[in-house]
């Protein structure tokens, strides 16, 4: 008999694993945490997220926590101006929110949850088998084991939980280098989406009042092989070359650098052993999209794990974690890569440039693309079932009327649960879902803002449409929809 210290060991206490914790803790699924770091990392390469992900915190009613969050309403993509506003919910993503920031909220919210975190604590092996993972790991007291029936690696581009579950990290390797400081103490004009100058690219985010972060990219400059550290003296030299602006009277605050190397997980599965965020895909930061990527990741993951360790998960729903995600990462990689041409590329890049210009200007059906493709707002699940516009795509917000009280679709996701929406009437959903009662709400509520009334709407966890009734068509497939997602019926 198998016994268990820990329903699922994350490995990993970045953005993507706190929030996953967070998800697991939601369905009543225990979960610890593991982290090498004997503290948070208060650096913060990240600052903000995609629209997309500012959704998937509202769903869980963790946007309030950040206060005022303001959005970028226009960016670039590779540098060609783009206004993000053209879908509906459609920003640059939320400004100036520093990784370090999001990491504390998501930890916060998870250890309210009742998610344990161990700090200090480097993971040395994994053995695995049919019923569990057997967690190896040396900590401050010495060595620890831990069962679980589950391992999920949020642990960055280097996993030592990607490598032990021996599954390949394909890829293109790296070609040039962005470098970039945070300083203080000296008033810079921002440049939001960078400039392209002779010899390169200049970026200046401001951080506060007296804080920025210069970012660059030096084309004469060869791809770095020492493994000594940058320092500010190179970093002020080469911006002042490129920009004319003199930052070497700056106080340095951290100086770091990134490349364009992009890779990619064979498989986001390996039997129990799982990969999420910078462990299952990796890319030029660029639109907010990496630590993004990694927290949509963990949303889709942890409702289907919880279903599994709790008996009902029908059959293959772990399996398709890795088929609705993998496409998700590739196409990040693909428009990174993309952006890195157009926005990083020589002279030689000019008439594509040009052209791809002129498609982003004439073009509204461009923009709706790019702005789609960048935000993740556009992404859309195979679910089969119904044939309906809505179907394997988000949930947008919507303003609801419940009991004669208003609220919002967002907050019906609060919990965590899946949520079926009977809109506008009686259309016997509810005796429909009765023997789901346990996992899927039944919510009664006014007619939805839709292109077309429809009688209900059947939410995943993770915000996206598994089923729509259109106005006349009853619970028609309906036991089938819940069956495939959510298991059988009590």
């Known amino acids: 008999m198998n016994s268990f210290d820990v329903d699922v060991v994350v490995v990993g206490a970045g953005p993507t694993g706190l929030m996953l914790a967070g998800e697991l803790r939601l369905n009543g699924v225990s979960v610890t945490v593991l982290d090498k770091l004997a503290e948070p990392m208060q650096q913060s390469r990240a600052l903000g997220f995609s629209a997309r992900t500012i959704e998937e915190f509202d769903q869980r009613g963790l946007i309030a926590r950040f206060g005022e969050v303001g959005v970028i309403p226009s960016g670039h993509f590779g540098g060609v101006p783009l206004d993000y506003q053209v879908l ?20 916060g919210w998870a250890q309210q949850l009742g998610a344990e975190v161990r700090r200090g604590v480097e993971v040395t092996g994994l053995e695995s088998d049919d019923e569990g993972v057997t967690v190896l790991a040396e900590g401050a007291d010495g060595p620890l084991r831990l069962r679980a029936r589950h391992v999920v690696g949020c642990d960055g581009a280097r996993s030592i939980v990607r490598k032990l579950a021996g599954i390949d990290f394909p890829g293109t390797e790296p070609t040039l280098e962005l470098r970039f400081a945070d300083v203080a103490g000296i008033q810079l004009r921002p440049r939001f989406s960078g400039e392209r100058v002779p010899g390169g690219m200049v970026m200046v985010i401001p951080m506060g009042p007296d804080r920025s972060r210069i970012i660059y990219f030096d084309r004469d400059e ?42 990619q997980a064979a498989a986001y599965r390996n039997g129990r052993i799982f990969l999420a965020g910078d462990a299952a895909h990796i890319h030029l930061p660029i639109g907010a999209q990496g630590m993004s990527a990694g927290v949509q990741d963990a949303v889709n993951l942890g409702w289907k794990l919880a279903l599994d360790i709790k008996g009902q998960a029908p059959q293959g729903l772990l399996d398709t974690y890795h088929a609705e995600r993998h496409p998700v990462g590739a196409r990040i990689l693909t428009n990174t890569l993309a952006q890195r041409i157009l926005y990083l590329g020589g002279d030689e890049i000019t008439p594509m440039r040009e052209v791809f210009g002129e498609l982003v200007e004439n073009y509204d059906s461009v923009k709706r693309h790019l702005v789609g493709m960048v935000t993740g707002l556009d992404i859309r699940h195979d679910l089969g079932g119904v044939d309906h516009p809505l179907v394997g795509r988000r949930l947008p917000d919507r303003d609801l009327v419940v009991d004669g009280e208003k609220t919002s679709a967002f907050t019906l ?39 077309a009334p429809v009688d209900g709407i059947l939410v995943r966890p993770d915000g ?27």
């Open 413 to 451: 996701l609060n919990a965590g649960r899946a949520v079926l929406l009977e809109l506008g009437g009686d259309h016997g959903l509810r005796e429909a879902a009765a023997g789901w009662a346990d996992r899927v709400d039944v919510v009664a509520a006014d007619q939805i803002d839709c292109d």
């Open 88 to 107: 509906e919910g459609g920003s640059y993503g939320a400004r100036g929110i520093p990784q370090a920031r999001t990491e504390g909220i998501l930890g």
């Open 464 to 490: 996206y449409v598994a089923w729509v009734a259109p106005s006349g068509a009853g619970s028609e497939a309906l036991t089938d929809t819940l069956n495939r997602w959510f298991g059988p019926a009590n």
């Open 222 to 263: 060869p791809l770095r092989t020492s493994p000594d550290p940058i320092t500010f003296e190179e970093v002020a030299e080469a911006f002042q070359r490129l920009s004319g602006e003199d930052i070497s009277g700056a106080t340095p605050l951290w100086v770091s650098s990134t490349t364009d190397v992009s890779r």
